[in-house]
């Protein structure tokens, strides 16, 4: 079955340093992959998608991320962190013939600070 | 472009109601998904609604339902509430169905059952 692993649960970076969430999936087949971000009470907004192409995908908010195959994986980073991008991050896949249903990892709470 | 509205943003009800949550899509989005996120299980794909008919189903059971109108608009109903349906419905919409199209995601609807 597919499945979405977001290890981290809680990652605390200063305000400026560099961010890495990580992401892992399982799946047979090329996925297509997305990270999302949600505030607190507020619902899913798009930070970027991969679906083929270029493995280095960039978002928005000066989100990126890179796909890696080999490691059945999707890493988001950011190259300094603002206070506003305290927030929750969630990974999610869907697949070929998926209908849209997206399955997503438990999400990476992340704080951030000044 | 106005984005994807739920209406109510908050409910409670009472165990063994029922309850029914009303999305509309982007503007020229024909597909609807809807997803249940709780603090215990993330985030789950309930169904996607697609020209007025069921495409997907998430692993639920038959009291969660729902259907689409033709103009996109959906709802889902959830009949006998129970105490564990408390969660945040979010509903997301995107141009197509059949493979995985990038999903744009309302602020949700709020329910909590006592």
């Known amino acids: 079955a597919q499945s979405v692993t977001q290890p981290d649960i809680h990652i605390t970076v200063s305000e400026g340093a560099s961010l890495e969430l990580r992401c892992n999936y399982s799946?047979?087949?090329?996925?297509?992959l997305f990270w999302y971000v949600q505030s607190p009470g507020q619902g899913l907004q798009l930070l970027l998608k991969?679906?083929?192409?270029?493995?280095l995908v960039q978002g928005i908010k000066g989100f990126e991320a890179e796909f890696k195959r080999s490691q059945s994986s999707f890493n988001l980073r950011k190259p300094s962190v603002h206070w506003s991008d305290a927030a929750e991050y969630f990974c999610?896949?869907?697949?070929?013939?998926?209908?849209?249903?997206?399955?997503f990892g438990a999400g990476t709470r992340l704080a951030v600070h000044p | 472009k106005a984005g994807v509205t739920q209406t109510p943003r908050y409910l409670i009800k009472t165990r063994g109601q029922q309850v029914t949550l009303s999305c509309s899509p982007i503007?020229?989005?024909?597909?609807v998904s809807w997803y249940q996120q709780t603090p215990g299980q993330g985030l789950q794909f309930l169904f996607e609604?697609?020209?007025?008919?069921?495409?997907n189903k998430g692993n639920f059971p038959g009291r969660f339902s729902g259907r689409q109108f033709s103009n996109s608009r959906s709802e889902m109903n959830v009949s006998t509430l129970e105490l564990g349906d408390s969660a945040l419905y979010l509903c997301?919409?995107?141009?197509?169905?059949?493979?995985?199209?990038?999903?744009?995601f309302g602020p949700g609807t709020r329910l909590t059952v006592t």
């Open positions: 997301a919409s995107s141009l197509a169905t059949g493979l995985t199209y990038e999903q744009y």
């Open positions: 799946y047979g087949a090329t996925p297509y």
């Open positions: 991969y679906f083929s192409g270029d493995t």
């Open positions: 999610a896949v869907g697949f070929s013939g998926g209908y849209n249903k997206l399955i």
């Open positions: 503007s020229g989005h024909r597909s």
């Open positions: 609604y697609f020209s007025e008919t069921q495409r």
